[in-house]
């Protein structure tokens, strides 16, 4: 199975991305972390993804905030999916790294998730390795089984706990 890349701009991010390793280590998808900046560690960042495909990586996912261009200097050297994950480190909200992150221009982009969304970051890693794994995709069906079915449970609890009230 292809490799996942969890790439993330300072050791500050730790606490978006653990929630993105912990969906990868759920689906059995091997995975490697790094620390590497756009901009303290310009080098290290393009040579890792300038490498990245013969390397057996299939998918880099970039965390990033403040003026967060990793993921989309990760994506120039690459023709990998990059998905980028706008960290809440800078301006109220994250809105500074979320349109760092989205707005790349035409013909270098970027999947990105919701400011701070780890778990998307890492459900959509393991969606785009399902394209050609289908034991991968049959273990998704069964995640949104799974979360339907604790949805629906907190639908009765809220109802009964409503008629108790
Ligand atoms: C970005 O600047 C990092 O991705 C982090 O979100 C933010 C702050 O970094 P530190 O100053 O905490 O290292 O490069």
Same mark, same amino acid.
């Given at each position: 199975?292809?490799?996942?890349?969890?790439?993330?701009?300072?050791?500050?991010?730790?606490?978006?991305?653990?929630?993105?390793?912990?969906? %990868?280590?759920?689906?059995? !998808?091997?995975?490697?972390?790094?620390?590497?900046?756009?901009?303290?560690?310009?080098?290290?960042?393009?040579?890792?993804? /300038?490498?990245?495909?013969?390397?057996?990586?299939? !998918? /880099?996912?970039?965390?990033?905030?403040? &003026? &967060?261009?990793? &993921?989309?200097? /990760?994506? *120039?050297?690459?023709?990998?999916? !990059?998905?980028?994950?706008?960290?809440?480190?800078? @301006?109220?909200?994250? %809105?500074?790294?979320? %349109?760092s992150t989205v707005q790349m221009p035409s013909g270098i982009?970027? *999947? #990105?998730?919701?400011?701070?969304?780890?778990?998307? &970051?890492?459900?959509?890693?393991?969606?785009?390795?399902?394209? #050609?794994?289908?034991? @991968?995709?049959?273990? %998704?069906?069964?995640?949104?089984?799974r979360d339907a079915a604790a949805v629906l449970k907190k639908d009765a609890a809220a109802a009964?706990?409503? @008629?108790?009230?």
């Open positions: 199975m292809k490799k996942v890349a969890i790439i993330m701009g300072s050791d500050s991010d730790l606490p978006v991305v653990r929630k993105t390793a912990g969906i %990868l280590r759920q689906f059995g !998808v091997p995975f490697e972390t790094h620390v590497y900046s756009a901009h303290r560690t310009p080098e290290e960042a393009k040579s890792f993804a /300038l490498s990245a495909r013969e390397n057996g990586f299939g !998918v /880099l996912i970039a965390a990033a905030g403040m &003026a &967060a261009h990793l &993921a989309g200097a /990760l994506a *120039a050297a690459t023709t990998l999916p !990059v998905i980028g994950i706008p960290c809440s480190s800078g @301006l109220p909200g994250g %809105l500074d790294a979320l %349109l982009p970027v *999947a #990105t998730v919701a400011v701070d969304g780890g778990t998307n &970051a890492g459900i959509l890693a393991v969606q785009i390795l399902a394209v #050609t794994d289908p034991a @991968l995709a049959v273990q %998704l069906s069964e995640k949104r089984a009964e706990h409503i @008629l108790e009230s």
